[in-house]
């Protein structure tokens, strides 16, 4: 299967070298690039994965952009300059699934892209300092379906028995703890295990924990 991949950042330059490095490696493929949002989804295209530029000439956010492109169903990675701390941690909390650096070396931009189209956890070292912030224990930030997910799947329910209490499929069950755990790595709260899950769960309100 070929990874669809879009591209937004205002610079040029940067458009067209990731556009190249993409398109160098088998079963990949820039399918839309733009300057903006909009300018990407004029090109109509299914796309696996977005590359967001954090900073656009149109003045906007990480997280208007973020939720521009929710319904393209795409994975977004911050492309993100060392120095954006603060950017890259309201994409964190956005719901960006990870970040790829622009310091990074191509194949570990390409691998990258790959784990994300995957739906893999794709939030290292970098991206946790990021969106960690200020304070320890910070809360996330999850959508009403993930609450209910996490509320579900932390308290012993399986992948499938959540699906079913909430009408959705399997996959879209998966998907939505992998973005949970996502968020809670972008705050320094890993959890990676369904344990772990269950401890944020408890700690965070989602699930009563037995006296």
Known sequence: MVVCVGII???RAM???????VNGHPGMHVVAMGKTVAELVAFRQRMDVILLGLTLSDGSTPAQNIAALSWTGARVLAYAADEQIGLIREA????AVGMIKKSDEAPQLVATLRAAARGQLVAG????RGGRGDASGARINLSTRESEVLALYAAGETAERVAQALFVSRETVLDHIRRIRVKYAAV??????KVDLFRRAVE????????
């Not at 070292?125 to 946790?128: F, I, L, M, N, S």
């Not at 320094?188 to 295990?193: E, V």
């Not at 965070?204 to 006296?211: I, L, Y």
């Open 125 to 128: 070292a970098d991206w946790v």
């Open 92 to 95: 964190a909390r956005a719901g």
């Open 9 to 11: 950042d205002d610079h």
């Open 15 to 21: 458009l067209l070298g990731t556009t190249a490095i």
């Open 204 to 211: 965070d309100g989602f699930v009563q924990q037995d006296s």
């Open 188 to 193: 320094g709260r890993p959890a990676l295990t």
